[in-house]
Every structure is written in structure tokens, then in C-alpha cells.
């Protein structure tokens, strides 16, 4: 069975510009999980999606936000850049309920 | 507030030793705990998680231990090889709660040494 994916893997962005990245979970998850890793922060949860529905958000700006469609496939929106939006970005796939979840590589954000 | 606290931020141990790492959290409605490995430019992988039904998991060279009285609770790697040598997260969660997300501590890097 295919793994998480996540495009791009790598993205480079100048502060003001939005961003769009993408996540494709593993075949029969429906639950779709985003976190920001940065240095020394650990991961900060941003939202959680089952059935395109979102069912929790964490404690981002509004300038976050995403979407889930039909296929279980996830995105995620940037809007309004800051310097501190550079981050990895971790997409995660589960059954149900968000326990065990599967991530995917990432993608590494970086904001000028 | 962070409700889950992983206060050592680098371990190292000899190839063969037991590797301890600690997590420990302050929400008593977490009833649901897993250890995540990560390399640099990875994703997290999951490596063995427990329920607080149990006080102990158990898979190959990794043991996962819960002290539900003291919130804590520790990943043990025996013995300990050099390909371990990774961040880990513990990660924590409500399994009959509404929060449909993983609250992760801020890691632990450990240098398994040949």
C-alpha cells in the first residue's frame, strides 16, 4: 500500500504570497491531519479532516486553512506569508479518530 | 501550556545499552499515548503507541511503559543500535473525546554511538 504524499516537497515563497500544498493519504484513510514542525517547537497541530469535513483546528491565524475532497485527498492554504510561516509541513492519514496516525515526508516552506 | 513535555532534548547512549526516554503529560483526559521516530527530511513514523488500559507495550526492542498517577511515561530501546540514533516524539491523544488530534512534545534526539 502507497504511503502519505505530500507536493511539493520543497517550496520557496517571498512574504505576502499564498501557498497551496497538497497531501494524498494512504488508500482507505479518511481522516487527514496537518501540522507545522519548526525548530525547537515540536509539532503544532493545525487541523483535522474526515469526510471533507474539518472536525478540530488548532491555534493558527485565519490566514490558515484547508479543505478535504471526495477522494480523501487534503489541501492546504497559505494566505498572506509571514517570515515565520517557514516551516515543515506534515500531512497525516488515519482510519478514524486521528490515533495512529501515518505521516507523510513533508513539505519544507520557506518564506523570504 | 504545553500538556506534553518531553524535558530532555538530546540523549546519548553506547550501541548495545538501554535507551530511557521520557515523556510526560498534564492532561488527565489523554488516554491514548504513542512514540513517533523521526530522521531529518522524514516524515515521523510510528513506532509503538498504549492505551491507558495497560501500563505496558510491548514490540521487539521497544517497550513503551504508562504510569497513569504520575502522567508519565518512557519508551525503552533494547539494545540500542546506531540506525536508532533519530528525534523522538511522544504523542498523545482522547480516544472517546471530541479532539480528533495527536498534542506531541517537543522531542528527544538520540545518538546511539558504535
Known amino acids: 500500500k502507497a504511503g502519505v504524499t505530500q507536493t511539493p516537497r520543497y517550496l520557496i515563497k517571498t512574504r505576502g504570497q499564498q501557498v497551496t500544498l497538497s497531501c494524498s493519504p494512504i488508500?482507505?484513510?479518511?481522516?487527514v491531519s496537518w501540522y507545522q514542525q519548526t525548530p525547537g517547537q515540536g509539532l503544532q497541530f493545525l487541523f483535522e479532516y474526515f469526510s471533507e469535513t474539518q472536525r478540530n483546528k488548532g491555534n493558527f491565524p485565519g490566514r490558515f486553512s484547508g479543505r478535504q475532497f471526495s477522494n480523501s485527498r487534503s489541501e492546504m492554504n497559505v494566505s498572506t506569508l509571514e517570515l515565520g510561516d517557514s516551516a515543515l509541513y506534515l500531512c497525516?492519514?488515519?482510519?478514524?479518530?486521528?490515533?495512529?496516525?501515518?505521516f507523510g515526508p513533508g513539505t519544507r516552506l520557506t518564506v523570504t | 501550556d504545553q500538556q506534553v513535555k518531553q524535558n530532555s532534548p538530546s540523549l546519548s547512549v553506547q550501541e548495545g545499552r538501554i535507551s530511557i526516554l521520557n515523556c510526560d503529560y498534564t492532561n488527565s483526559m489523554f488516554d491514548y499515548f504513542l512514540w513517533y521516530k523521526k530522521y531529518p527530511a522524514e516524515g515521523p513514523t510510528f513506532l509503538i503507541s498504549?492505551?491507558?488500559?495497560?501500563d505496558k507495550n510491548e514490540d521487539g526492542r521497544f517497550t513503551v511503559f504508562l504510569n497513569k498517577s504520575a502522567k508519565h511515561l518512557s519508551l525503552h530501546i533494547v539494545p540500542s543500535q546506531p540506525g536508532d540514533s533519530a528525534v523522538y516524539f511522544c504523542?498523545?491523544?482522547?480516544?472517546?473525546?471530541?479532539?480528533?488530534?495527536?498534542?506531541f512534545g517537543k522531542g528527544t534526539l538520540l545518538t546511539v554511538n558504535p
Open positions: 497525516a492519514s488515519s482510519l478514524d479518530r486521528g490515533l495512529e496516525q501515518y
Open positions: 498504549i492505551s491507558s488500559i495497560k
Open positions: 488508500s482507505g484513510h479518511r481522516s
Open positions: 504523542a498523545a491523544s482522547e480516544v472517546g473525546g471530541s479532539n480528533y488530534k495527536l498534542t
